[in-house]
């Protein structure tokens, strides 16, 4: 049966691989963009520009009834906790976290009217581990695994809601940590599957929890780190 999903951020990355599978299975994805779509966009998909940090947005392109989504905005700044200005962890929490609730809150009727709606958000490994300079980016994705479990009691049984905690990924958000081959072994070898993540390791899960294969499964942090969080080797 076909579906109505929505991958917020879908020109890059996991959201682009998400976008792929959902519409590869034969479902209608509405995906959004900032800035410029790359060329290699899946034509199947529909692209809509959006920048999450707008104070409105406009989703008239919706259908009616929407079955899921995926808010994969983010952003990696690893500084020296002293080095970091207030500012920065505003900013970055106003992407990840108040971006993905007026998104939320803006489609909600829509999740309400599906029979099996599901949403997803992206945190992170160093959420749950606690690494060097990830002070920025834990705080953020931290609030999201709050809002994860939270918004999953609220909206039970109608919608669920969960959230995907990866470690590192090789996608263009994570380049200047994996940018030459010394880089990319270094941060292999700290993963006891001796490698570093790729989108569709993480995108598969994904796809997963948004669908019918997953409806008892919510208010879950799932990692998806190739077992760093949990293994020492």
């Known amino acids: 049966m076909q579906k109505n999903y929505l991958i917020i951020g879908a020109s890059s990355g996991i959201g682009k691989e998400m976008a792929r599978l959902l519409s590869d299975d034969g479902h209608k994805v509405f995906g959004t963009f900032n800035n410029t779509v790359q060329q290699s966009i899946d034509v199947k998909v529909e692209y809509h520009p959006l920048n999450v940090m707008d104070s409105e947005y406009n989703l008239s392109f919706l ?7 995926a808010y994969c905005p983010g952003s990696i700044n690893l500084k020296p906790f002293s080095r970091l200005k207030p500012s920065s962890f505003v900013d ?33 490994v160093a959420v749950q581990c606690g690494f060097n300079f990830h002070t920025q980016v834990s705080v953020s994705k931290g609030a999201l695994e709050g809002l994860t479990k939270s918004l999953a009691a609220e909206l039970a049984p109608k919608i669920r809601v969960n959230c995907i905690a990866p470690s590192l990924t090789a996608t263009p958000l994570a380049e200047k ?34 669908s019918d294969k997953a409806t008892w499964i919510t208010g879950q942090i799932i990692n998806v780190d190739g077992g760093i969080s949990s293994i020492k080797s």
């Open 177 to 210: 940590l994996l940018n030459n081959d010394d880089k990319i072994k270094a941060n292999a070898e700290r993963h006891p599957m001796k490698r570093v993540g790729k989108a569709e390791d993480v995108a598969e899960m994904g796809t997963f929890l948004l």
């Open 92 to 124: 970055d929490f106003n992407l990840q976290v108040v971006g993905a609730i007026k998104i939320i809150q803006q489609i909600l009727p829509k999740l309400k009217k599906s029979n099996t709606g599901s949403i997803l958000f992206f945190s992170t």
């Open 63 to 69: 259908p009616d009834v929407l079955d899921g989504i």
